[in-house]
C-alpha cells in the first residue's frame, strides 16, 4: 500500500480523533482540517448542514487532506474519497476517561475548541452534555467502524483498539 494520502480519522467524541488527525499532519506532511471548525460558528450556533457538507465537499476534491471525523449529513463524502480510515476503537471506559479528562481540562483552562468557542459547567452538567452524548453515540460509532472494515468496497480501515497498539503503528510510519 502506497502512503496514503486521504485519510480519515474516526471515532467516538473525546477519544482522541483530533490529537491522532495532528499527529498524522506532522508526521505525514499532510494538512488536516478540524471538523469542528467547519461545523460550528461563534456562540456554538451550528453550520447548517447543507453548507457543512459543501465545505467538506471542497476540501475532499482535494488530493491530500486528514479530516477528523465524518457526521450523519455529509459522512459519505470522505468515505467515497478516503486512502484509508483510522479507527479509534477503544473501550467505552477508556474513550470515556479521555474525554472526561479532557473536558475537566478544558473547564479548568477556558482552552478555546474552535471558532471561540468554550466548554462551560452549564453546558456539561446540561441534558446535551458532551459526557451524555459519548455514551449514547458510542455503540452507533463503533458499529459503524467495525461495519466500514468489514466493507470491501470501501476504503481500507485500520482499528486500533487500545492506545499502546495506535502508539505501534505510528511509530511504524515513515515520516515527510
Not at 467524541?13 to 490529537?19: D, F, R
Not at 474552535?114 to 460509532?141: K, M, Q, T
Request: with cysteine; glycine share 8%.
Amino acid at each position: 500500500m502506497s502512503a496514503p494520502c486521504r485519510i480519515l480519522v474516526y471515532a467516538v467524541y473525546g477519544a482522541g480523533k483530533s490529537t491522532l488527525a495532528a499527529r498524522l499532519a506532522d508526521r505525514l506532511g499532510l494538512p488536516w482540517y478540524p471538523v469542528d471548525d467547519l461545523l460550528w460558528q461563534p456562540g456554538w450556533v451550528e453550520v447548517p448542514v447543507a453548507q457543512q457538507r459543501s465545505r467538506i465537499e471542497a476540501i475532499c476534491r482535494r488530493d491530500r487532506w486528514i479530516l477528523d471525523g465524518a457526521y450523519h449529513g455529509w459522512r459519505d463524502v470522505p468515505l467515497a474519497r478516503a486512502d484509508l480510515v483510522v479507527g479509534l476503537d477503544y473501550p467505552l471506559w477508556c474513550s470515556f476517561w479521555r474525554l472526561l479528562r479532557r473536558t475537566v481540562r478544558r473547564l479548568w483552562t477556558g482552552e478555546e475548541i474552535c471558532n471561540g468557542n468554550r466548554e462551560s459547567l452549564g453546558s456539561v452538567l446540561s441534558r446535551d452534555s458532551i459526557l451524555v452524548w459519548h455514551v449514547g453515540a458510542f455503540g452507533r460509532a463503533r458499529r459503524r467502524m467495525r461495519a466500514w472494515q468489514a466493507d470491501p468496497a470501501g476504503p481500507p480501515v485500520l482499528l486500533f483498539r487500545s492506545p499502546a497498539a495506535l502508539e505501534r503503528w505510528l511509530a511504524g510510519l515513515s515520516q515527510r
